[in-house]
């Protein structure tokens, strides 16, 4: 059997993840796809720094076009990252008739369709398992594993930087700069970590999941986003006393004409599945109509493991290959051409329970007044916890709600908020998962 | 595009479930494949009981041979269950050139290797997929989605009924008995559930797992089993106040040129991702040398769930029917051949941190008797919990260990049962997944 020859754009963290596997684990990988897997040609601006990798210098250009027009190479993966560059390398490479891999979570978030239309086209496989959940192979599981279910929920865990940052401010107390400052000096965020923190780069992996799930792109700067600075450690601790974590959530549902789609931090009950991801791991929580629910948890991020989903999607072309096939599967796994984007339905229209924190002054009557409120845009309250403690000067309350609109939820809070005897904005959280037990 | 044709065989539970998915999701499933999947038949010995599936009568047969024999059917699915029987009709279909799916673990686990090698030399594919862990999609995982990985190892909650057994016993204090009675009474367990409970059942899907994971099939009989039938609500009380539950594990990990390969209670930290998994779900986690750790939860049984599996890997195949492949993938995941089978590491020899609960007489004196025992072989004991309350008459003496050898404890534990202060059987269960923090 011949040889599948490999082509890499990038040789930046994944790249370099997914060349060490090609090399390390070359005997399982021919023995799974029946053909050796051999690394052609790297391309990359810098081909001077040590990548701590045993490698042939001449396989090394900094001419992404030698990979691209590599007439030998069957499989092109753009790991370089940005969205412009790699776009047109990727269309050209597939216009080559080369089978693309790639990692690129914001390309395929904000230009995929363009893409998954051109590897139709030219009739080539697009493989993207890296991007979404690291090495966790959870596209495979839509797009296969969960192939007879209509997909019905979405609920994730995507970004590792914020889970680390939520696990060490739950399990130390830590305030939310320290715990960033760790993250950044581990390694496990970028100074400053936005993307990350502000749940940009969860709403591109929740993008592209839905995308799959339901078959229909969405219109990414539609998804609601909220971030996690807002948080305070004693959130999280009152969090704990009601029996809830808090995790920064991306959560989608299908509703027939349009879809649900938003990114925020939210309360999940302490013994739901998702409550023990922690640390910097991933998590995708999937409901299927006849699947029920099943979750798919890993390390989101990181060389190794985001090399093992592109070589995982190289081992899958390659194996096609040697069969004569080009595409088994098209890239949203729909055999129907991808349909126009379907609409996100609006985060007023959507319902959940709610956590607020209220910043009070310490008089009686507060709580008269702020239930009142509430009362009149029809908000339960389902429990209170006030204590008298000083928080930042005030006396917090702290209530969980039963399910209420998110349109009535702001008319109350634009009402609260001009209520004389609070004295900071209320915090906000939407819980989700179901109700504590 | 022509239609595909399935026949089934086994019109029971799974078969059902199967069914009611092809029906139900027909335009999704259309599709995803690119061409209609049909039913065209489904042999069952009893073809009058209404399963509640609204069906052309004309579909039913009480012979299977009708199935197997057909020529315009793709794909034959055995939900019969049972070896015997089910294995002839697998073999036979095969010879017939037809792709097989298979439900059955107990068939795959004992005589898997002499149906992957019909599979391969007649060119067909085997999907079974359905035989471990219901509706997750974990053998796809193993197979696909962590194909770039050498596994290192494989922790499992197999069964849904022993795993709905112990949360009971956890989360309200029943006892075994009451929590038995309590799964069968909710269809969870059948009456009595020995297979369930013993471990077998566990082992069977274990089995199957190491096949795919390190490419040798295992002889099954060498597999450790230990139920959960000794446990009492104490044990998991006392785990509780160590930091960990109690859950029945399926364990192997790859040692070269044995694997390691048991099925027993085990402790597991509560904040381990294994720990929430509750009532009658599956989960699997599994360590790939560059994924790292991975998860697969979802519901481990069920009409739906199963038929969910089975229908994934009809569409699996159907899609490669329509590019014309027989067989994308081998049914170990590997191009060479079955290996012979590899030897199992005694349990004697297996290294784990141990719970011993000892019923001893309440008189000073016990506690350096038992300690001189066991630091006579060389355990050391982490930490002990000694209240001086009663159970059963006793005072119950609990000690958590670090590491010692299967051996090891052995000895000891004769050597303990000749005390005249044990005034019964020690309890024994090893300790997985680390230590609690």
């Not at 050796?36 to 081909?47: G, H, P, S």
């Not at 590792?160 to 700069?177: C, E, V, W």
């Amino acid at each position: 059997m011949q040889p599948i020859n490999i082509g890499i754009i990038g040789f930046g963290t994944v790249g370099a993840g997914a060349v060490e596997i090609l090399l390390n684990n070359k005997d399982i990988i021919r023995n799974r796809v029946g053909a050796d897997v051999i690394i052609r040609r790297i391309a990359d601006l810098d081909i001077q720094t040590d990548r701590g990798i045993s490698l042939d210098k001449d396989l090394l250009t900094t001419d992404a076009m030698k990979v691209i027009n590599d007439p030998d190479i069957h499989i092109v993966a753009e790991l370089m990252g940005g969205t412009d560059k790699a776009k047109a390398y990727i269309l050209a490479a597939i216009q080559n008739k080369k089978h693309v891999v790639t990692a690129n979570k914001a390309l395929l978030a904000e230009h995929g369709n363009e893409l998954y239309q051109a590897a139709e086209a030219y009739q080539v496989s697009l493989g993207f398992e890296a991007s979404v959940g690291g090495g966790i192979p959870v596209l495979r599981a839509l797009r296969e594993g969960l192939s007879a279910n209509r997909i019905q929920s979405i609920m994730g865990i995507l970004n590792g930087t914020s889970n680390y940052i939520l696990t060490r401010m739950t399990q130390k107390g830590l305030a939310y700069d320290i715990a960033v400052q760790e993250a950044i000096d581990l390694g496990y965020a970028e100074d400053p970590p936005t993307l990350d923190v502000d749940g940009t780069d969860a709403a591109h992996k929740l993008a592209i999941l839905i995308s799959i799930a339901f078959g229909h792109p969405v219109p990414f700067g539609d998804i609601y986003r909220q971030g996690i600075d807002q948080l305070i450690p004693e959130d999280i601790a009152f969090a704990g006393e009601f029996g809830y974590c808090i995790k920064l959530l991306a959560l989608s549902r299908d509703l027939g004409d349009r879809v649900e789609a938003r990114v925020h931090p939210a309360m999940v009950p302490t013994d739901h599945i998702m409550a023990n991801v922690n640390e910097a791991y991933n998590a995708i929580y999937m409901e299927g109509d006849f699947s029920g629910p099943t979750l798919y948890y890993g390390l989101g991020a990181g060389r190794k493991a985001t090399g093992s989903a592109v070589v995982s999607d190289m081992i899958a072309i390659a194996r096609q290959i040697r069969q004569g096939v080009n595409t088994l599967i098209p890239p949203l796994a729909h055999v129907r051409s991808p349909e126009p984007a379907v609409t996100i339905q609006p985060i007023d229209e959507v319902n959940t329970a709610y956590y607020f924190r209220f910043s009070a002054v310490d008089k009686p009557g507060v709580l008269s007044k702020i239930s009142g409120i509430l009362g009149e845009q029809g908000i339960s309250i389902a429990s209170v916890i006030q204590k008298g403690r000083k928080l930042l000067g005030s006396v917090p309350i702290v209530m969980l709600t039963h399910e209420a609109k998110g349109s009535h939820v702001n008319k109350a809070l634009t009402q609260l908020n001009q209520l004389d005897v609070l004295t900071d904005k209320t915090m906000v959280i939407r819980v989700e998962g179901g109700e504590s037990t």
